[in-house]
């Protein structure tokens, strides 16, 4: 299994561009998430989905857009990119709801400029 | 009162030492209460768990103690290695289906 893999890696917006994170789980995962990560500041939920079609905003949503079309997919759109949305982002995976492990992707690196 | 404050930000421990990191919560709904392990350029990952009808759970060289009274929770790594040089994240939940509120994080570094 590779468990939950994201695409890319790294990337550099100008402000104002849109882009898509991907994420793909083998797991047969029911729940996903993704999440931020801000120097000092934990990891904010941004909109996780319970299961294929379903889909339920975060801490954090604005911003972003998201669809589970798939129990594997989950990718995350930002429309209009910000500087303010330069962050780590990491997508993540769980059988269950909360109380269920948790498996997180890499992450991926943006840089909005 | 989603809150779950971490500390300290930061801890430089010998190695064969005791690292203690501490986590607090307001939210008396919560019911488990995780920590995850992040590596420098990897997503964090599971280390232990913890429900509050126990005070303690031990796995390995890796305790969290739990102090429902008082709504804190703690992780105490024994015989402290350079390879537990990691970011830990303390979290909780209030029940399944409910999603997690992390904590802010701290970074150990073990010294050889």
């Known amino acids: 299994n590779a468990g939950v893999t994201q695409t890319p890696k790294f990337r550099i917006l100008k402000i104002g561009q849109s882009m898509t994170l991907q994420c793909t789980q083998d797991?047969?995962?029911?729940?996903m998430y993704w999440y931020r990560q801000d120097p000092g500041m934990g990891l904010k939920l941004i909109y996780y989905?319970?299961?294929?079609?379903?889909?339920d905003k975060g801490e954090v949503p604005n911003g972003y857009n998201v669809s589970r079309s798939t129990t594997e997919d989950f990718p995350l759109r930002l429309e209009l990119a910000a500087p303010s949305q330069t962050s780590v982002y990491f997508c993540a995976s769980s059988f269950g709801g909360a109380e269920d492990e948790q498996y997180f992707g890499p992450g991926t690196r943006l840089t909005v400029t | 009162q989603q809150q779950v404050k971490q500390s300290p930000q930061s801890l430089i421990v010998q190695k064969g030492g005791i690292s203690i990191i501490n986590c607090a919560y307001e939210n008396t709904a919560f019911d488990y209460f995780p920590w995850y392990q992040q590596f420098p350029g990897k997503g964090p990952a599971l280390l232990i768990a913890?429900?509050?009808?126990?005070s303690e759970k031990k796995e390995g060289r890796f305790t969290i103690s739990f102090n429902k009274s008082a709504k804190q929770f703690s992780l105490h790594i024994m015989d402290s290695q350079p390879g537990d040089s990691a970011t830990y994240f303390c979290?909780?939940?209030?029940?399944?289906?409910?999603?997690?509120?992390f904590g802010p994080g701290t970074r150990l570094s073990v010294l050889p």
């Open positions: 797991m047969n995962h029911n729940y």
């Open positions: 989905s319970v299961g294929a079609g379903i889909t």
């Open positions: 913890i429900r509050p009808d126990v």
């Open positions: 979290a909780a939940s209030a029940g399944r289906g409910q999603n997690f509120v």
